[in-house]
Every structure is written in structure tokens, then in C-alpha cells.
């Protein structure tokens, strides 16, 4: 090493110690004579002091060095007389005596700091320099820790990594492919894997009891906000099993990781079917830091004259605690937040349970003081309390009410950063209808099995059959999901042929699992984490981006190395390929 | 879970205690009135018992199964009465009380046994199947076992895993890159990364102290015997470091690995110049378990009529101890081997030191007793070795003769699979002369420093500047390589000059880096090691496939799975291709 000690290693005990640092200049201050620099390095900051009493010659040297020179200096530890409680070297500083440059830098983008003066596509396209910044760094050891302990963890419990192929086969089912032309097969082409699904269920085919693998996978979507088209999840999969032993399991792994990483215990996990948190929460990944349930009011408010709810699917509300003292304008802001797009809703009905025990509503006209009152008793509420409500058709009613309910919940602090609530929801349905395309689509994927209870309603009641499928939801994140998958070959023909797929079809793209079922394929079932989504929730942050070292734009470019770019026209025709200009 | 035990946990002591088992069917023995099956999972295989007297039901049920049916059984666990010393569970069997049938299984196309029947095509076919057997298993879990505790040991200390993009840029200089056409980005590519090599580079710069990652790299080759386009390395960066530190941890590493996975304590790693390594063992991937080093011959027999000898660059050979009674045929033989185009040699000169004191060659005519008892002199032969000489160009002896001199070694059984020789190759040339294109390569890359002493050498003398760049051997395998990179911005401009690179060129490939360069980049190094080679090496198999849960064939092609193949024309249109057709 060109070094003996890192930058935040030393402390009182090593006083009098000869050391040689290495790092970079954080920053310098000259008190005239004095002139102290903070040496940055990996793991910590050390203070180095000059005196042109001691040493003129380095004293005058270190002023012509600026912020991020790299420099090697050696000196003597020696107890600071003026302590720094901050940081963990803050007791010590090194004389240095002799000096060395190893490069020097140019002014840098933007300032190396926790609060930096970069905007964040300043900071994407010299993300080698934003790496520097503590934050940066720190998300980035935590995913390495959260890896290396999950690894451990399943390790312990007789998992087997192994590494699936990411040169696959393209099937249409599903998202977009990324594509890889073969110049070995002209007109043919790999696909990159958007997850390991049929080579983790033919391990378990090969015999293999218990695989996970973190995992690359890939997925050509249109952009959207915090989507990545690379993303990495800890994949696995299990023979023998039920969704009680994937519950146990995958539990003991969070827990583990909280334990490990965090120092907390997460109480005990949820179990909510599909139907009850889209009842309660209008979602299917609700966030249970806080209550604030929907009620359904249509018994209550309905057929009393008022048009809106008379002709609504459905009305419903959630109560929000001690709000009734908020204003017209309040109320206002709040019909316009649920009037835009993204939430969709058609209005918002207030009824105010004030304190002086009247109760006052947006809907006076058509509802008595008694009706309101039922209304109130619905939802349990207390004076002081507020009830929004809205109205219409169910589906977008529940979505609008849980996005309001999740913003009330921010508003009122209610969602609590250092406090996890983990959750399974369960019983999902098995197929989505598709208007579009007027067919029904696997609404996790067509390798999951029905319930067992629900396969005779596989021939006659399509939209009702329940999949064997669950999902890890944490603080209203969707973590991860899985489930039992289906092994019996007749089984996965009547998937196919429910997703409307010809026999021909499905065997052109799923033969050779097909094939595989024909030998002895086990019962099984997995799941796969997002792991950029659950290293981001760890890190308190609500981008994945900030949790990848080498990220990519919403609109999928990698700014720093300016990927994706043209090619030479020789490349192109060695893979057999023209680009094709729509005219 | 299904089962309560697995099929290779039951031992003497759970005699008595009720089980569950779930596997497949190994085999089945009925001995009239008692039928046997070997139920066999992941962890090993358990023996069941079903007598017709203490439930004919059973038993008669039992009897219509086949090899890999699927199912799951419950009984008692009792001492067997015919012991089997050969497997762990073989002092117990199970007294079946229930059996269900979990999946059925038509005959397997070749024998789930040790010992198959399955040619290499047809179990790359059924791979899944292929899996099931022990050997394939056993070397799936190794490389498993190997990953883990290569991290544990990196992890240890303190090496951080980051994962760099798997999507990035296309850099023409190396082997081809595998490219994924981008549909948001009309004409746009990425490309699948051959190494991590720029963006450890850049977490060096970002301050990251010691990076690993294992990962996939891609190369688009031409496929040779043994090459997988799709491969795994341990790949590793550290900055503030000499070779020496590389050296010692990956030292360190290999050893435990060995201790960890094999139980052995290999012997200290030695070191030789890329130059010591051509001259003794005419490659720089020498086996260190043999001697049998090449001997240079010029001084001594030039100039004494012999032409082949006289008019060859160089003559050089190896003693192959007590072989002088080698036949005429056996000789012949050797010649007809090393005249094959693969090792390309014109022909073959023995020289017998015969047991009874005098010296006969294929060359007596033109050489006296005494010139070949000088020859023998400088081989330090003794009576009853063999001497086998070649002569001709420089480079094509030495590459003939270290063929010759392995082939030697493994026929008489020199090459010990259980000794593990660990080897460090330096000084390995800078560039290599392409007749071709006329034009210098960098040997590693172009990110590899050349030695301090040599940069002089850099104006005047390209071909005689030697890289600080390293190798690791062993047992004449390639394991890993990897260099001190150039920090120095005018060094990395001087570099890619001297690669015929004009400055533009280098700033639209590596411009980034360039960029880079001028912010305090640290003097930094690393090393990769082919993953897939090492698990090889351990599992005693010449072939990384072995080694590989889903290979490709030597074409490139996953049989398994029918990769690469044909996409929609749909598909096509929207990354905005059209398929070129040489016409």
C-alpha cells in the first residue's frame, strides 16, 4: 500500500505514531502560518497541519494545492488542541513532514459536500465525482451490505446461488424484450432475461430444492419515473413448499436485514387478502403506518335525492382525525389535489364532526343532521374529526380515495420515516381482463397456479379464479411477489389456452418447458425482491436511482458515458442488420 | 413444507421417529413381496420399504410407478437388516405408511446416474435433466460454495461489491461486443460490457477504495472449444496500491479457497517474468507441477553443417527423463504429433543418453558423440533420459516445444490433478505488432501502465516496453490478469496515440474517462479472474460447461431453449431494424 493508515482510523491511542496517508484535499484553511487540510479518503477524514515555523518549505507547497488534489503525505499523529466531537479522527491531526502529489485536479462541477450546489443531471453526468459525496457513498455500502447479508442468510438455510443465463429467448408475453442480435445466426436473436422465471422453475425440474440468485434483469418499458430498464432482484425459488414456508422464509430474510443493517426489530408481519386492502386502503400495497381506512357508504348515503351518489358505483370515505377545523380554502387546495390526473377524482364531499357538536357539510342540501350523523357513526368518528368523501365508479373511487388517503397521512406526518410495517397481501386475482386487446392476461404471470379451491371456476368464471400468488409490500412499497407456481403439464395447457394462446403457440415459446413438465416436475413456488426497491427503502430514499452506482435517465440514457449511441455502419452489417428510417 | 425430513439427513438415531419424504424415483428393486425404492432429492437419497404383507394396497401401489416419478411418503424409520456403507443414510430405511403421487414422469431420454447414457447433445437438450445427476449437481453447489466465500474473504476485507450497468456503451478496441438495439432511441445501441474495466476505473476516482463484483461479461467471439459467450470473473479494483498488495491478497484469496473448498494448503506462490516464462516453458501460462524446462540449443549446435539447425532461428529442446528406450515407432509417433497444424512443428530430434553409456540421435551424422554429449551436458542428463529438439523461428519453437513439453508431462503422468501449482506472470509486454493491420495492440488494455523504467522507452522502443501487468497461473491454466492502470491523463492521451488512436477517436470512446482523469484520479490497480475457469480448475474438469448451469454450445447457441432465434417482424420494426440480406 503507498499508505499505512486510512483517513478515518486514527485516534488518540495512536499519537506519536509516524503514518503516511493517502487521499483526497477536502478542504484547506490558512490561519497564517497554520495551514490545516481535510484529507478525504473511503473511509473517513483526517486533519493534516502545516506550520511554516516547522517547516516553510511544505507549508508553501501545500497552499499551491487545491480542492481534490490527490495527495500522500507522511507525519507524525500528535492530540489536537482544539477537538472536533463530529467526527470520529476529530481528537487527533498529523504534523506532516514531507509531502507528495499524486494528481491534481481541475475545479471540480460541483461541491463534494452533503448539501451540494449540483442539480441532479449535473451530478448523473459526472457521477464519478458525485460517488465522492458521503451520502453517495454510504447508499452504496449499504447495498453491499444488504447483498453480502442477504446472501448469508440464505446461504445459512441451504439456498444455492446459481447463475441463470442473461443471453435467453424472447417471449412476447409480457413486457418488452431487450433484444441482442446473434452475428454467428444471422436473423437471430438472444433476449435479455426479464427475470429468471423458467430457468429457476426448471432447477427446481433438475432437482435442485432451494435456489436464489441476485440477479440482473432487464425490461424495455417506456420511462417512468423511478423505472430503470436494468434492476437487480433477489430471486428464489423452493420445491416442496406452501405459501406458509415462502411467509416464514422470506420474513426471517427482512427481519434479518433490519436486525442486521438497521438495528430494529419490525413487528410482527400482516396477512390481507387482495380484496381486503383494496377494500380498505384502495390499493394493493397499502401503507399501514397509519389506519385511516376507507368506509363504503353506499348503504347510508344513497337514494336521498343527491344525484352524485345516486348515481355513483360506489361512495366512500376515510376519516381524517381532528381536521375539522380546516378552513374553506384548506378544503379547496384539497378538491383541486384530487382533481388532477394522476388521482382522478371527479370531487371531494367534506362532513365536519366540529367540536361544538354540529356537524356541517359540503352536501348540507341533501342530507339531514341525522343522516350525517349515521355517516359519522360509519367511520366511528369523534368531534373534532373530518370525513372526505367521494364518488363513482368503484375501481377509480378506491384509487383515488387510497392516493388521498396516503396524502393526508404525509401531510399529517402520520407516515412515520423510522418505522416499518410489513405486510403480505395475498389471494390476488389470477387473470386481468384487458379491454384493448379484449382478452384476459396473467395478472402476475402464466406460470402461477390458481387456488385450489378456485380451479373450477377456471372453465365458467374466469374473472373470479384467485392465483396461489402473494406479495411483500413494506410502508405502502411493493418489495417484492411470488407464487406457488403450477407443475402438472395439463395445468399450464389450460394457462395458455386461458390466455388465449394456440397450443402451437405456447409450445413455439414455453416447448421446452413443456417438455421439462413431462419428467417429474415437483411442486414449487418462489418469489423475487426488488432489491434497488428495498435497499432504497433501508437508505430512506424514495429513488432507486440513488441507491445504483451507475445509473440511467428516465429516458434510459446513461448520461456519462452517453450510451445509447450510433454504431458503425460495418458493426450493423455484421450483424446482419440496416436501420430502418420510417418515411 | 411437504415433507417433515429430506432424503439425505436420516441416520440411526431417528429410528422410530415418523417421517415425510418427498423426491424422485431413483430406482426400484422388487425382491417378491418386498419392493424397494430409492427416493432421491437434492440432499441424497433415502430407502423405502413396502412388503406386501404389511400393506398389499401399498406395495401393489408402489409397483406401478416409474423411475422419476414424483412422490411424497410417510412411514417409520427403521434399522435396515442389509446395511449399505456407501451412502450416508445407508443404515436406515422407511417402512411406508402413505404414499401419494406428486407428478408422474415419462422415460427419461437418458439415465439420471453417474454414469450415463446420454451423449453431451442430448443432455444439453435436457439439461434440467442433466442437472439431476450428482456430478452436475455437485459442481453447481461448489461454484456456489466458491462465490460465497470469495465474498466472504473480499467482504472481510473490506471490499465493497458494487454492481456496474450491464447496458453501456460500444468501444471498438478488443474482441466484438454483443449490442442491444434501443427502441426509445431510433439507430441507438448499447452494448453488453466485456469487463467492468472503465467503470471500476471510475469508482476508483469516486473514491472507492477496494471494489469487487462477480460478474457476467459478454464477448461476441468466434467460438472456439471451451469459450462461452456469456462468462463470470471476479473482478476487482483498489487504488493507493503497488503489485505487491495485488499480489498478496489474491494471494490470499486462492488460499482460502483452496483451505474453504478442498482442504488444502497450496504451496507459496511463485513469480516469473513474462520473458523467464517464454524462454522455459514456451508459454506464458506455464504448468509449474512438472520440470522439463526448454534448453536452448544455438550455442552449441549451430555452425556445424546441420541446416535445419544452422539456418533456424532458434533450436531448443527438452529432457524427458528415462525415456531413452523409446522405439523407433514411439518416436515416430512424437513427430507425427507435434506436425500437426495445432502445434505447428517442422519435425523432431531425439537424442537417447542410453543406459549403457552411449549416446544415439537422429542426427548422428552430422554431430560427433562429444557435440552430443555437450548437448546432453546442457540438459543435465543423465543415462537413460530422452532428448527432444526442435528448431525453427523463435517464437513457433518455443510455442511447439511447451505444447510438446505438456503432452510429455501428461503422458507420463507428471500433471498430478491433486497438486495445485499457483504461479504469478509480470513484465508482460505493453503492445503487440499486428502484421495485418500494422499497427501496435495493447496486450492487456489500453488502461495498463506501462513500467515506470520503461516509459523512456515509449518514443523509441514500443515493442520493448513492458507493462505493469500480471497474470495468475495455475496448473497451466489462466486464471486471472490484471495491471496497474495509468491515472495520468497525459499518459492515457500518450497511450491511446501510440495505438494509432487520434485524439477525437479517444475522446468519443473514452471520453468519459478522459474527463474523468482531470478531477484526482488515484494511482490505483486490480485484477479479474475468470470465474467460470477457477470453479473448473477445482471441480477437476477441463471444461467450463461442466461448470455452467445453462451453457451454450461451441455455436453459441443454447439448445435448450432454441436461443438465438428469428423475432417478429413487429418486433423488429419497433427498434427500427430491417434484416440485411447478403445478396
Known amino acids: 500500500m503507498l499508505r499505512t493508515s486510512t483517513c478515518g482510523e486514527l485516534r488518540k491511542d495512536d499519537c506519536g505514531k509516524e503514518v503516511i496517508l493517502c487521499g483526497w484535499i477536502q478542504r484547506m484553511r490558512d490561519l497564517g502560518g497554520m495551514t490545516f487540510i481535510d484529507l478525504r479518503d473511503h473511509y473517513g477524514i483526517a486533519q493534516l497541519a502545516f506550520s511554516i515555523e516547522l517547516n516553510k518549505e511544505l507549508y508553501e507547497k501545500a ?3 487545491g480542492r481534490e488534489y490527490v495527495i500522500k503525505v507522511s507525519g507524525t499523529v500528535i492530540e489536537r488542541s482544539n477537538k472536533n466531537p463530529n467526527i470520529p479522527t476529530g481528537e487527533i491531526e498529523i504534523i506532516v513532514n514531507s509531502l507528495e502529489l499524486l494528481n491534481s485536479s481541475d475545479n471540480v462541477p460541483f ?5 451540494t450546489d449540483g442539480g441532479e443531471e449535473l451530478r448523473m453526468k459526472y457521477r464519478y465525482l458525485d460517488i465522492r459525496r458521503n451520502i453517495v457513498r454510504n447508499n452504496l455500502i449499504l447495498r453491499h451490505r444488504m ?3 442477504a446472501r448469508s442468510f440464505l446461504n445459512q438455510l441451504d439456498f444455492v446461488e446459481v447463475e441463470t443465463p442473461v443471453l435467453i429467448k424472447s417471449t412476447p408475453e409480457g413486457a418488452r424484450d431487450f433484444l441482442v442480435p446473434s452475428r454467428m445466426n444471422a436473423g437471430q436473436f438472444y433476449a435479455l432475461p426479464q427475470s429468471p422465471q423458467t430457468f429457476k422453475q426448471l432447477l427446481m425440474i433438475g432437482g435442485f430444492d432451494r435456489y436464489f440468485q441476485l440477479v440482473k434483469c432487464f425490461r424495455d418499458e417506456d420511462f417512468r419515473a423511478d423505472r430503470q430498464p436494468e434492476f437487480t432482484q433477489i430471486d428464489c425459488e423452493m420445491s416442496f413448499i406452501t405459501k406458509k414456508d415462502i411467509f416464514e422464509i422470506f420474513e426471517g430474510l427482512i427481519r434479518h436485514l433490519f436486525i442486521k443493517l438497521k438495528g430494529i426489530k419490525p413487528d410482527d408481519f400482516l396477512v390481507q387478502s387482495y380484496h381486503d386492502a383494496m377494500k380498505y386502503y384502495g390499493t394493493d400495497k397499502p401503507d399501514l403506518r397509519f389506519g385511516m381506512r376507507l368506509v363504503e357508504l353506499n348503504d347510508i348515503v344513497k337514494g336521498k335525492g343527491f344525484r352524485v351518489f345516486d348515481d355513483a358505483e360506489m361512495v366512500a370515505g376515510i376519516k381524517v382525525e381532528q381536521c375539522a377545523a380546516y378552513t374553506r380554502k ?7 389535489w384530487v382533481k388532477r390526473p394522476q388521482i382522478g377524482g371527479k370531487g371531494l364531499v367534506y362532513v365536519k364532526i366540529n367540536t361544538d357538536g354540529t356537524i356541517r357539510s359540503s352536501i348540507d342540501k341533501f342530507y339531514s343532521e341525522d343522516e350525517l350523523r349515521k355517516c359519522a357513526d360509519a367511520f ?4 373534532g374529526d373530518l370525513l372526505l368523501i367521494m364518488a363513482g365508479d368503484k375501481a377509480a ?3 383515488a380515495l387510497g392516493e388521498l388517503r396516503l396524502e393526508m397521512g404525509s401531510r399529517l406526518e402520520l407516515r412515520d420515516p423510522g418505522k416499518f410495517k410489513c405486510l403480505w397481501i395475498e389471494d390476488f386475482p389470477l387473470l386481468e381482463w384487458d379491454e384493448e386487446t379484449k382478452r384476459y392476461y396473467a395478472m402476475h404471470h402464466p406460470f402461477t397456479s390458481p387456488l385450489e379451491e378456485d380451479i373450477p371456476k377456471l372453465g365458467t368464471d374466469l374473472a373470479n379464479v384467485r392465483a396461489n400468488a402473494y406479495d411483500l409490500v413494506i410502508n405502502g412499497v411493493e418489495i417484492g411477489g411470488g407464487s406457488i407456481r403450477i407443475h402438472d403439464k395439463k395445468m399450464q395447457e389450460k394457462m395458455f389456452e386461458v390466455l388465449g394462446m394456440s397450443k402451437e403457440e405456447a409450445y413455439k415459446q414455453f416447448g421446452f418447458l413443456m417438455e421439462a413438465f413431462r419428467y417429474g416436475a415437483p411442486p414449487h ?6 432489491f434497488d426497491r428495498l435497499v432504497a427503502l433501508f437508505a430512506g430514499t424514495d429513488s432507486i436511482r440513488d441507491v445504483i452506482a451507475f445509473p440511467k435517465n428516465n429516458a434510459g440514457r446513461d448520461i456519462m458515458i452517453d450510451s445509447p449511441a450510433p454504431i458503425d455502419e460495418a458493426q ?7 436501420l430502418y428510417v420510417k418515411k
Not at 461541491?111 to 448539501?115: K, L, P, V, Y
Not at 450493423?572 to 440496416?578: A, D, Q
Open 111 to 115: 461541491t463534494i459536500e452533503d448539501e
Open 397 to 399: 373511487t378506491r384509487k
Open 147 to 149: 447483498a453480502f447479508e
Open 572 to 578: 450493423l452489417k455484421e450483424l446482419h442488420l440496416k
Open 380 to 383: 366511528n368518528a369523534d368531534e
Open 63 to 65: 497552499k499551491t494545492f
Open 525 to 530: 413456488g418462489g418469489i423475487a425482491l426488488g
Open 330 to 336: 384548506q378544503i379547496d387546495e384539497l378538491t383541486e
